[in-house]
């Protein structure tokens, strides 16, 4: 009897609210969205326009908890996402001309507008800056009001959410993370730089946003597994040529670099034909 394998598949398609910006995926349901096309996605404020730049297609992961297009944009939402733009743009301009006149210590990094809506809840602007220290604002908010004529809110940015905000290009060459894929900031520090044997550089590992790299993170389980059962630099260990010392590893190779006792060479050998070093079998056998 033939057996079958079943695999759930489902529909998606990922649309961008800015050229180059970061990726949301969504179900497109009953729609056939194409690359180009502008659609309408569920948002807190309401259904918002966004540009199609991955078409829906056949994915073989679960796609029930991600959620669904609301639509393609018609003539309407194009309009009034034309309007909205065009508010950003105001009041990220009245912003800067006015952070400059009260001399504060303030760089916008972006602003996100509500247009008013029927049900009366009014426009509102939010602006999204950075500052080395907290910030006294309280005056800027009444003139940034005054200017826009709508209920304006400040919001501070850490370094690591303002690189998120505006994305870029990290030293791989490559989308930055937090830009794209990486949804919670977990914690990196200089020890995991150090176990990976990373030069302790801030420009070699520092990223956009000035702090750490997050892919620090990635591969330091892999080396933190490798130490806790390769020999120790400098370590006497025994190979299938003979008899060395333990002078480097290589991680990612799964292996370590030995000077042989013969000839002085270095080879690399696989970390599971090495044994350990002669103090710690002596110690167990005796």
Known sequence: MTRVTVIAMGMLCAVSFNR???????????????????????????PEVAECVWAAQ????????FPRLVGLAGDDDLRRDELLRKRKAEAKVAAKRLIRDHELPMKVVAVDHVLDSAGGAGAR???????????????LVRDLGATLHCRVEL???????????????????????????????????????KDQDLPLNPLRISGACGRLMCCLKYEHPL????????????????TPDGEGRVVGHSVPRDSVI????????????SRASVCGSRQAYEERHG
């Open 155 to 193: 919001r501070q940015l850490s370094a690591r959410d303002s690189a998120r905000v505006q994305g870029g290009i990290g030293s791989c060459g490559r989308d930055l993370c937090c830009a794209t894929f990486l949804n919670d900031f977990e914690p990196v520090t200089i020890r995991m730089a």
């Open 223 to 238: 080396y933190q597994a490798f130490q806790a059962t390769a020999p120790a630099v400098g370590a006497r260990v025994s």
């Open 258 to 269: 030995v000077r042989m006792d013969a000839d002085g060479s270095r080879c690399s050998c």
């Open 125 to 139: 602007t939010t602006i999204y800056f950075t500052a080395p220290h907290r910030v006294d604002f309280r005056s």
């Open 20 to 46: 180059y910006g970061r990726l949301f995926y969504f179900d497109p349901g009953d729609l056939k969205p194409q690359v180009g096309d502008r659609v309408l996605v569920p948002t807190d404020d309401g």
């Open 58 to 65: 056949w994915v073989t992961e679960e796609t029930e908890g």
